[in-house]
Protein backbone atom coordinates (compact mmCIF):
# COMPACT_ATOMS: atom_id res chain seq x y z
CA UNK A 1 0.00 0.00 0.00
CA UNK A 2 1.22 3.22 -1.24
CA UNK A 3 1.21 6.40 1.30
CA UNK A 4 -0.97 9.10 -0.24
CA UNK A 5 0.72 12.57 0.76
CA UNK A 6 -0.10 16.15 0.09
CA UNK A 7 1.41 18.85 1.11
CA UNK A 8 -0.23 21.70 2.61
CA UNK A 9 1.40 24.38 0.74
CA UNK A 10 -0.01 22.99 -2.16
CA UNK A 11 -3.22 24.58 -1.02
CA UNK A 12 -2.07 28.13 -0.52
CA UNK A 13 -2.73 29.95 -4.09
CA UNK A 14 -5.93 28.94 -3.83
CA UNK A 15 -7.36 28.26 -0.66
CA UNK A 16 -5.80 30.91 1.36
CA UNK A 17 -6.82 34.72 2.02
CA UNK A 18 -5.31 37.14 3.98
CA UNK A 19 -8.68 39.81 5.72
CA UNK A 20 -7.51 42.87 7.35
CA UNK A 21 -9.57 43.01 10.71
CA UNK A 22 -8.46 45.99 13.49
CA UNK A 23 -4.65 46.89 11.69
CA UNK A 24 -4.10 43.25 11.79
CA UNK A 25 -3.23 40.98 8.63
CA UNK A 26 -5.51 37.26 9.46
CA UNK A 27 -4.91 34.37 7.11
CA UNK A 28 -7.79 32.69 6.72
CA UNK A 29 -9.52 30.15 4.47
CA UNK A 30 -11.63 30.85 1.20
CA UNK A 31 -14.96 29.88 1.57
CA UNK A 32 -14.14 26.91 -1.40
CA UNK A 33 -11.58 25.04 1.34
CA UNK A 34 -13.57 25.72 4.37
CA UNK A 35 -16.81 24.08 2.81
CA UNK A 36 -14.36 21.31 1.58
CA UNK A 37 -12.77 20.26 5.21
CA UNK A 38 -16.39 20.39 6.38
CA UNK A 39 -16.62 17.81 3.53
CA UNK A 40 -14.16 15.80 4.45
CA UNK A 41 -14.79 16.02 7.90
CA UNK A 42 -18.52 14.33 7.34
CA UNK A 43 -16.90 12.11 5.35
CA UNK A 44 -14.52 11.30 8.28
CA UNK A 45 -17.24 11.18 10.63
CA UNK A 46 -18.87 8.58 8.67
CA UNK A 47 -16.13 6.69 8.07
CA UNK A 48 -16.24 7.47 4.55
CA UNK A 49 -13.20 8.55 3.66
CA UNK A 50 -10.01 7.44 1.27
CA UNK A 51 -6.70 7.45 1.53
CA UNK A 52 -6.44 10.48 -0.42
CA UNK A 53 -9.55 12.46 1.18
CA UNK A 54 -7.55 11.12 4.30
CA UNK A 55 -4.15 12.74 3.48
CA UNK A 56 -6.06 16.04 2.27
CA UNK A 57 -7.67 16.23 5.51
CA UNK A 58 -4.02 16.29 7.16
CA UNK A 59 -2.89 19.09 5.14
CA UNK A 60 -5.93 21.04 5.60
CA UNK A 61 -5.84 20.54 9.48
CA UNK A 62 -1.96 21.39 9.44
CA UNK A 63 -2.54 24.63 7.62
CA UNK A 64 -5.54 25.27 10.03
CA UNK A 65 -2.73 25.05 12.85
CA UNK A 66 0.06 26.96 11.64
CA UNK A 67 -2.72 30.13 10.96
CA UNK A 68 -4.49 30.17 14.22
CA UNK A 69 -0.78 29.87 15.83
CA UNK A 70 0.31 33.00 13.25
CA UNK A 71 -3.10 34.68 14.13
CA UNK A 72 -2.53 34.71 17.48
CA UNK A 73 0.81 35.71 17.68
CA UNK A 74 -0.01 38.65 15.34
CA UNK A 75 -2.96 39.46 17.39
CA UNK A 76 -1.07 39.56 20.50
CA UNK A 77 1.74 41.84 19.26
CA UNK A 78 -1.20 44.55 18.13
Given amino acids: MTNVVIKPSSLLTEGI ?41 ESIGELDTIFSYINAVSASQS
Fill in 17 to 57: RVERINNINLFKFTEELGLRMQELLDKKKDDLLTPKETAEL
